[in-house]
């Protein structure tokens, strides 16, 4: 059976640009567009070229560059931002304007000081005014994920009767539930009038640490597209990490799911991003972290070396990284300090081993981890070498 598509939008440059702290030129934008745009996404969000020159410049020069992704520019519900996000992306292939406004009732009120029926008004007036620019229109219910379903499925109707093509539907605050964001999507799929028309798109933030689950249970439920940004990085504790959601469907094939990206690259271009931006990446980052695939503990060593499947459900090749890490420390066994001797050159007999391991054990304890030039101390100095 054929699977269905997962459309992935990276919103690194837009969204993940938002970080507390951040900011890229436009070279170094462009360097991390290119290499999206190899990653196999669908969508590079580029910028919000109405909110600075430079905003402006890196979305008109990524749109010059990009050979295979659409390319995307965010707008408020305001003619002038859609006027100059169609100007920004006037040299795109695939253009994409990304229009929309606030729908929770603290939107409405507090920020807009308005109402209800004004706001689906401005919501069907800006994808229509994007529309007489761009083919491709995606419209952005912000703080979806705090309105309710009866009237957000109202203004979703309104945006697919003025031509949107994408609904997206944020969890601004990242506040949901799995299970109530799951739902919310299955009530768009079955409430909103002319939905066959329109994909919709999954948008979470990570403030409880449930964007990652709440993009996948968006999925199952009927949407199809999730945005996202390398190693998560974004706004607060950041968006849904892309090297994270792509994983979940590659590893779980019963969903019937899948994507166009290039898993192999993840690790590169991770890296890539962290660097650019200067944000370092926790070890324990799902992954892409330093200890992703590092194992450290006698045990798992033991059953890695063994067969790799017992601790580990992903082979680390397929996200970039050349191999599994036997760290070295003084939890580790005589299998980890064997394989490891035997990497640097020593063979060492069931004997030797017993002599050399009491020698690593006494080293082990002064020393956080065990490098290769301390194996080749620890061996030539036991007693079996003398
Ligand atoms: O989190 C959000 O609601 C957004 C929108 C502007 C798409 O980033
Ligand atoms: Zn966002």
Avoid: W
Wanted: aromatic share 6%; glycine share 8%; net charge negative.
């Amino acid at each position: 059976m054929s699977k269905n598509k997962i459309q992935i939008f990276d919103t690194t440059l837009r969204d993940g640009e938002q970080v507390p702290g951040c900011k890229l030129n436009t070279e170094q934008k462009v360097v991390i567009a290119k290499q999206l745009d190899g990653l196999g996404v669908d969508v590079i969000e580029a910028g919000f070229p109405v909110s600075s020159p430079g905003d402006f410049k890196s979305v008109e020069a990524i749109s010059k560059i990009v050979k295979n992704a659409t390319v995307c520019g965010l707008t408020r519900a305001v003619e002038n931002d859609i006027k100059v996000a169609a100007e920004a992306l006037k040299y795109a292939k695939k253009p994409r304007i990304h229009t929309g406004i606030g729908t929770s009732d603290s939107h409405i009120k507090f920020k807009f000081k308005s109402d209800r029926e004004t706001i689906i008004q401005r919501a069907f007036d800006a994808v229509a005014y994007a529309k007489s620019f761009v083919e491709d229109v995606e419209f952005y219910a912000e703080d979806a994920g705090r309105t309710d379903n009866e009237y957000l499925a109202r203004v979703c109707e309104a945006a697919i009767k003025a031509g949107a093509t994408v609904l997206n539907i944020p969890d601004t605050t990242g506040y949901c539930l799995p299970s109530e964001y799951g739902a919310k999507m299955k009530y768009l799929m079955e409430n909103v009038k002319g939905i066959e028309k329109a994909i919709l798109s999954c948008h979470c933030h990570n403030d409880l640490g449930l964007a990652t689950a709440n993009s996948i249970e968006g999925v199952i439920n009927g949407a199809r597209q999730i945005e996202c940004t390398i190693n998560g990085i974004g706004e607060r504790a950041g968006n849904t990490a892309l090297e994270e959601v792509v994983m979940v469907l590659k590893q779980h094939p019963y969903l019937n799911l899948d994507t166009n990206i290039d898993t192999t690259r993840l690790y590169g271009i991770s890296q890539l991003v962290s660097d650019s931006m200067g944000i370092y990446t926790q070890p324990n980052k799902a992954i892409v972290g330093a200890n992703a695939f590092a194992h450290s503990s006698g045990i798992h060593q033991d059953g890695v070396i063994k067969n790799r499947e017992t601790y580990e459900i992903i082979d680390p090749k397929d996200v970039g990284v050349t191999e599994s890490a036997i760290v070295l420390t003084a939890r580790s066994g005589r299998a980890a300090l064997a394989y490891r001797a035997k990497n640097v050159g020593y063979e060492l007999t069931k004997l030797q081993l017993d002599d050399v391991y009491a020698n690593f054990l006494d080293f082990a304890d002064k020393k956080k981890e065990i490098n290769d030039t301390d194996i080749y101390q620890i061996i030539e100095t036991s007693n079996v070498y003398q």
